[in-house]
């Protein structure tokens, strides 16, 4: 019953940017950590960003590390990734996670339908 859904995925430029949301319901939104993850077309699931439930600590996959910024909103449920400097190879389905901490490390639990970036070269 868990809610997430992303929106403002699109078409952009090399060199654009793009700002993606998600839209978060049906569980307690403030107290998790959350990811981006994205997958390119005939490829696997890459870890792009998280963020923690409070906003406090932050990280990125080297790819993206200087071009896109992770944030939250708790007070409206949502979480954001502005995206600059688009690539080509970030042309995938971005799909945002809530996590949680196990044994094994971080989790991803909750997932959303995702939305679809296209960067034309």
Do not use: H
């Amino acid at each position: 019953q868990v809610q997430l859904v992303e929106s403002g995925g699109g078409l952009a430029q090399f060199g654009g940017s793009l700002r993606l949301s998600c839209a978060a319901s049906k569980f307690t939104f403030s107290t998790y950590r959350m990811s981006w993850v994205r997958q390119a077309p005939g490829k696997g699931l890459e870890w792009v960003s998280s963020i923690s439930s409070g906003s406090g600590s932050l990280s990125y996959a080297d790819p993206v590390k200087g071009r896109f910024t992770v944030s939250r909103d708790n007070a409206r449920n949502t979480l954001y990734l502005q995206m600059d400097n688009l690539k080509t190879e970030d042309t995938a389905v971005y799909y945002c996670c809530a996590m949680v901490w196990r044994a094994v490390g971080w989790e991803w639990d909750y997932w959303g339908q995702g939305t679809q970036v296209a960067v034309s070269s």
